[in-house]
Each structure stands twice: as structure tokens, then as C-alpha cells.
């Protein structure tokens, strides 16, 4: 098979794996914010673990083969990280403005944003994490064709319970339904963007990767710590809260079997 086409299909495959998560689009919206949560703790635990078993290992298997230095590959990690925070003051300001009113209470912040900063920062970062895994996927195939499967088949075992929680994220954050999916599948063709310059690119491939993975394992990093986790404290039911924690092991412990199985 040509790689050009082996590629296509690996990549092609795996974005039609964002479209998973249509299949909340069909349930009641008393059945849906409960779930929503519950994916929203599966989303946690998978991009947590994804930066721990997947995205750094990388960073440090780059660095120890020389493609750049740990001390680099850390400073974009942190800047990373700092810069998703700084992205979501920034929308917090814009979107956001004091209100002077007569009384004790004094000024009075004013949002008129539905959806929620962290809500695009997840598909900035997803499009980013896919265009790496497009990169992978490409660099797999050069090498042989059974590399290439069994590197798509681990991309996409991590894909399913990401695509599905980073869906149930953008409903959380403020997205209707269909504008949700429709997100999530075109940050999903990043993929197939990755492996087409994967493939006319072959040098690109090891020179984007150790800068792409650190900048999108310190932002998952943050989405995980600093937006995802503390959603999930407010829970008052002590057999939600149970879920919620067993879920979000859940999600960790499936990207560590992923790492081992890679």
C-alpha cells in the first residue's frame, strides 16, 4: 500500500473517532448533565494521564536522543502552562467588564460570555495534540507499515475516551450540542493535516515534535489541574462524588495501559 495512502487512512480513521461523541447528542437533558460530569472526570484522568504515560516520556526520550535539551523542552512545558493561564485571563478581561452601581456593594463584574474560556482552550490544545499524533503517525509509516498500524492503533485507544470527554467539555463550558461536535471534528482534522506534513515534510517531523509535545503537554497540564479537577469538587452527592473519583482513575489507568501496550 502507498504510504501516502496508508497515512490518509490511519489519520482519516482516527478523526472520525471526535464524531463519538454524537452519541450524547441523543440522550434527555436530565440524562445529560449528570453524564456530562462524569465525562468531564474521564476527560480529567485521560489528559492527565496523557501528559504523565504519553506526551513527557516523549519529551524526555527526545531530549536524552539529543533533538533538544531538557532545560528547553521544560521552559516550553511551564511556558505552556503559564501561557493557558494568561490565554484565559485574557478572556475572562475581554469578555468581562465592571458595572458601577449606587449602594454598599460598589463595582460589580459583569460576564457576558456563555461559554466558558477553558472550553476553547481545550480545542486549541486538541488541535495542537492531534496535529503531533498526525506527525507521529507519518514518521511511524516511513519507517514500516507495521510500525505505522500499531502506532495508529495506540493513537486511537487514547483518542476514544479523550474525543468523548473533550466533548462532554465543550457542553459543560457553554457549547450546544451541535456546535459542540462540530468543534470537536474539525480540531480532530488536525490529524490528517499532521500526517500530510509528515509525509511532504519528512525533516519537519523531527523538528516540530520536540517543540509541539512539551507546549501541548504543558496546556492539557493545565486544562486537567487548573479547570477540569476543581469542576469536579462542587459535586454535594456522596455517590456522585464515589463516580467522579472512580472515573477519573479510570481515565488515568486506561493512557497508563496505553503507554505499556505501546
Known amino acids: ?13 482516527i478523526a472520525l473517532l471526535s464524531v463519538s461523541g454524537a452519541v450524547l447528542l441523543f440522550l434527555k437533558q436530565r440524562h445529560l448533565s449528570p453524564l456530562v460530569l462524569t465525562l468531564v472526570a474521564l476527560s480529567a484522568g485521560a489528559m492527565l494521564g496523557n501528559v504523565a504515560f504519553h506526551l513527557l516520556p516523549e519529551v524526555f526520550e527526545a531530549a536524552e536522543a539529543g533533538a533538544v535539551s ?10 505552556s502552562f503559564v501561557l493557558s493561564f494568561f490565554f484565559e485571563l485574557f ?3 475581554y469578555h ?23 472550553a476553547r482552550l481545550v480545542l486549541y490544545s486538541d488541535a495542537i495534540h492531534n496535529f503531533i499524533d498526525g506527525l507521529l503517525i507519518a514518521a511511524a509509516f516511513a519507517v514500516s507499515l507495521p510500525l505505522g498500524i500499531t502506532t495508529a492503533l495506540a ?6 475516551p479523550q474525543e468523548l470527554g473533550d466533548f462532554a467539555v465543550l457542553l459543560h463550558g457553554g457549547y450546544k450540542k451541535s456546535r459542540a461536535l462540530a468543534y470537536n471534528a474539525a480540531s480532530a482534522l488536525t490529524v490528517v493535516a499532521g500526517g500530510l506534513v509528515g509525509f511532504f515534510v519528512t525533516a519537519s517531523t523531527a523538528l516540530a515534535v520536540p517543540v ?3 507546549l501541548a503537554a504543558g496546556s492539557f497540564f493545565y486544562i486537567a489541574a487548573a479547570d477540569l479537577m476543581p469542576e469536579l469538587k462542587h459535586e454535594e452527592k456522596i455517590g456522585q462524588t464515589v463516580l467522579h473519583a472512580s472515573v477519573f482513575v479510570l481515565g488515568l489507568a486506561f493512557m497508563a495501559l496505553t503507554a505499556l501496550l505501546e
Request: glycine content about 6%; some cysteine.
Open 1 to 13: 500500500m502507498p504510504l501516502l495512502l496508508s497515512i490518509l487512512i490511519a489519520t482519516g480513521f
Open 70 to 79: 531538557l532545560f528547553l523542552a521544560m521552559l516550553l512545558f511551564v511556558g
Open 91 to 93: 478572556f475572562s478581561a
Open 96 to 118: 468581562c467588564h465592571s458595572t458601577s452601581h449606587a449602594g454598599e456593594e460598589g463595582d460589580v463584574v459583569v460576564c457576558h460570555h456563555r461559554v466558558k474560556p477553558f
Open 155 to 160: 493513537v486511537a485507544l487514547h483518542e476514544i
Open 212 to 214: 509541539l509535545i512539551p
